[in-house]
């Protein structure tokens, strides 16, 4: 069956009109220009317009449709094949508490972490990749999907208020992706990608951790942020910029550099990467750790695929068009009658 994968392209053909009007115009300057240039010979005039200048025309146009053809990618032989998707499923568990806005790192501690997320899913091939936002609460922003382009328009959406309450509870945070996202994930197959500056509020998070080992989840924690001194957090207010404050005092935001450490840990396999306040390449990170694990299947698609034949349409098209330029008039002495051939002759003793 014939299939045409590109068939918007026979619009195209409308062009048709305008050189339809354009070659007639052509030929009627052209009757007249040879009937002054011969000396009234209307016979030889007439075959060279009718015969040589049409078959010019007509060849053009040939070529002209079987060039459109060409550019719609017709195709037949008709296959259908089943595909098999492999890969891991990946989840970006990310710190979206007040504190991710300070400014240890450029522009701050939750943007460059958008940044990294989006370097690294620009380089995934096959993976399936979820994105968890969470402070006092966790939030699905991106169920597991292949959508790449939805995960990063996901990304881009992220801020402190993507999650209404507020804190940093890890714990709760690991236990919701074990429970309602990666749940019905094959075993051993499993991912946990933790971005956060470690804080927590007393929610468990080794233990969660555990649970996420029992069920085969790798925990690869990420710490961002001055591990030493701390920094301040910068907040926007009525007044202006300033800095967040709690109970008169100005709050300092340090990385819990241990306690990510602990959390990774508790997972077999799992890794802890003290990023602190340097630079990190999460695209390299996630090739190092993760694209060369293993993979399981999980899912089959039927895809039908057709064998592709503009070649052959393409090189009709310049055959065509050769003949086009050169064939008529180097062949006009067959198009044209013997009587005339001599006139022609005769005249142009003259």
């Given at each position: 069956m014939l299939h045409f994968q590109n068939p918007p392209y026979f619009m195209l053909l409308w062009l048709l009109l305008p050189l339809t009007f354009l070659l007639y115009y052509a030929m009627k300057k052209k009757r007249l220009s040879l009937r002054v240039f011969t000396g009234g010979l209307e016979s030889f005039e007439n075959n060279f317009q009718l015969k040589g200048f049409v078959v010019s025309a007509i060849l053009l146009f040939c070529s002209i449709t079987f060039l459109v053809i060409a550019l719609t990618r017709p195709s037949w032989n008709?296959?259908?094949?089943?595909?098999?998707?492999?890969?891991?499923?990946?989840?970006?568990?990310?710190?979206?508490?007040?504190?991710?806005?300070?400014?240890?790192?450029?522009?701050?501690?939750?943007?460059?972490?958008?940044?990294?997320?989006?370097?690294?899913?620009?380089?995934?091939?096959?993976?399936?990749?979820?994105?968890?936002?969470?402070?006092?609460?966790?939030?699905?922003k991106t169920p597991l999907t292949n959508?790449?382009?939805?995960?990063?328009?996901?990304?881009?959406?992220?801020?402190?208020?993507?999650?209404?309450?507020?804190?940093?509870?890890?714990?709760?945070?690991?236990?919701?992706?074990?429970?309602n996202v990666l749940d019905n994930s094959a075993k051993a197959y499993k991912d946990i990608i933790l971005i956060t500056d470690g804080e927590d509020h007393e929610s468990f998070p080794l233990e969660a951790a555990a649970e996420a080992d029992n069920k085969g989840?790798?925990?690869?924690?990420?710490?961002?942020?001055?591990?030493?001194?701390?920094?301040?957090?910068?907040?926007?207010?009525?007044?202006?910029?300033?800095?967040?404050?709690?109970?008169?005092?100005?709050?300092?935001?340090?990385?819990?550099?241990?306690?990510?450490?602990?959390?990774?840990?508790?997972?077999?396999?799992?890794k802890y990467l003290n990023v602190s306040t340097g630079t990190f390449d999460l695209a390299e990170i996630y090739g190092s750790l993760i694209a060369g694990s293993k993979k399981t299947s999980y899912e089959e698609d039927t895809v039908t695929i057709y064998e592709e034949k503009f070649q052959f349409f393409l090189f009709i098209a310049i055959l065509f068009m050769t003949f086009s330029l050169f064939q008529p008039f180097r062949g006009i002495k067959h198009l044209i009658s013997h009587n005339d051939w001599k006139k022609i002759k005769n005249w142009r003793k003259k």
């Open positions: 008709q296959q259908t094949r089943i595909v098999e998707k492999r890969g891991r499923d990946v989840v970006f568990l990310i710190d979206v508490s007040i504190s991710m806005l300070a400014d240890d790192l450029i522009p701050n501690r939750l943007e460059r972490a958008k940044l990294a997320i989006k370097d690294a899913v620009n380089t995934l091939e096959g993976d399936r990749v979820a994105l968890v936002a969470f402070a006092g609460s966790a939030v699905v959508d790449y382009s939805f995960f990063i328009s996901s990304v881009d959406n992220l801020s402190v208020n993507s999650v209404t309450r507020g804190g940093s509870l890890i714990g709760d945070a690991i236990r919701y992706v074990n429970g989840i790798r925990i690869i924690a990420i710490g961002l942020g001055d591990e030493n001194k701390g920094r301040r957090i910068p907040i926007t207010t009525d007044r202006g910029s300033e800095f967040l404050m709690f109970e008169g005092q100005e709050v300092w935001s340090r990385l819990d550099a241990e306690t990510l450490r602990k959390i990774a840990g508790a997972t077999e396999g799992g």
